[in-house]
């Protein structure tokens, strides 16, 4: 029988991505939503949290699609109501309050997943497989996409929390730290803000092991979101944002499309859910900090939407 | 007998705090000094840390004094060797860094210590104490003092992974997470930082449950260093840097030097290789990057020493 769920802020990524995979999934029925702009059709809405989780007992898991900043305030609420709660990336504005999060659902016994979507892409367990007995001589990231396409008129982006160019940089980051054999760790980087702006709309990594990244906001025409890496035993490439997988420089698999991505994200959690367990792995996070914290920094041009 | 401990950077830290402490150390002995631009009279004097590992297999511990960027590859070198490894504050210029660090001294059955000697100030361990079963209503932080008295010339406090007024800063967040009670994570801050460089000369920060903190590095005359925690039995205050204690607006224990902090650390370090334990606590440095990562950055006039 589906266990019975509430998505928490009905935005574009929950419109996009939550609620299809939600009513495509056997595991979770859609039982609620709250939000103060957004609704589903034909499901029980609330703008109220408090609310919801005092009048819905039978809902016992929440997925909080909002922004970061004001994310911690309902986890902490969900956990404190005993529901085991779903986190979209990144998990939280800060790392202490996600380590607080972790004790704090440890502590109660509840489930708390902070996802990472890109980790679920087609091609990034094989990938993973495949580089789990090599040696990694270089790799490079490459992502680079239009921020007026994918978050149009989302000022939240680039005030203080919304992490700018590592909102979609930290995707690679969180295949990055999934598909290397050995961690890595950040050497250097330069970051690239808008002079009207708060968070960076570029940025260059270099990392230990040979390992660099580039990451850019203002692509427009073709979208690119590549990872290529150099092994003892030939290349390795992940196009598509982990979508499709190259060996040698041959296709060996893929799809275009990353529909799957949040189907399978729901599935791990009603498995988490099932075995009273939690996935939280900061490292993706980890390594944003330490470019914010490490970074040089460059100004540009002035962005608006 | 005392152990053997080689001190790598020497520069005014090592001179100031870490080779009195060893000299009035009973556990240890210093047998060797790597620096490219410093010696200590009547010690064994390296320039280069490679040869100085492999010329003194009987020197099985060093505390690593240099800038943190630099940092890291000399404690990678140094475990790498089989050698216990002691690090300054902060403990890396990164966190994953650090988790790297941790994890291959895990690995060799060494001793890593990732010191904070602020948390050896003379009061820390009773204000501890004393708010263990103390409910916290409102704490906040005033860490003010003269760039230019303690970090004469240093132009990479200035550079990035310098840190800025958080090299201070981070003290004060060393004792604050020691002595609280509970966790406390990052909600807000604003980082000041002068028009021509890469780090902050100022910052304020606003934590969960009522702690504020306000850091300065540019306060001429009087230097400030107190810690005032408001509680359900009334205020508690830690001065000069957690060396004097108040508890109601009375004091109770305290001295005014600070000249038992490394020596406590060097101490622990001691107990720690004879434990075959470490002890590496990231709450301080997390705090840092979350502000960096979270903060609204804004400008102000140029800084020169």
Redesign the interface.
Known sequence: MARKIALVGIGKIARDQHVPALAASADWELAATVSRSGSVDGIDAYTDFAEMLAARPDIDTVSLCMPP?PR?AYAEAALQAGRHVMLEKPPG?????V??LQ?MAAGKGLTLFATWHSRMAHAVAPAKAWLADKTVTRAHITWREDVRKWHPGQDWVFE??G?GVFDPGINALSILTEILPA????T??TLTFPANR?TPIAADLAF?GGVTAEFDWRQTGPQTWNIEVDTNAGPLALRMGGNRLELGGVEVAGENSIMGEYPALYARMAQLVADGTSDVDL?PM?????A??????LFTDPFDF
């Not at 504005?93 to 309050?97: D, I």
């Not at 914010?292 to 920094?297: A, E, F, K, P």
């Open positions: 900043v911690y504005a800060t790392l202490a309050e380590h607080t004790a203080p929390g992490m961690p890595v760790h950040l250097s980087a708060q230990s490292s980890v390594h944003v900090a330490d914010l914290t490490l970074g040089r920094r």
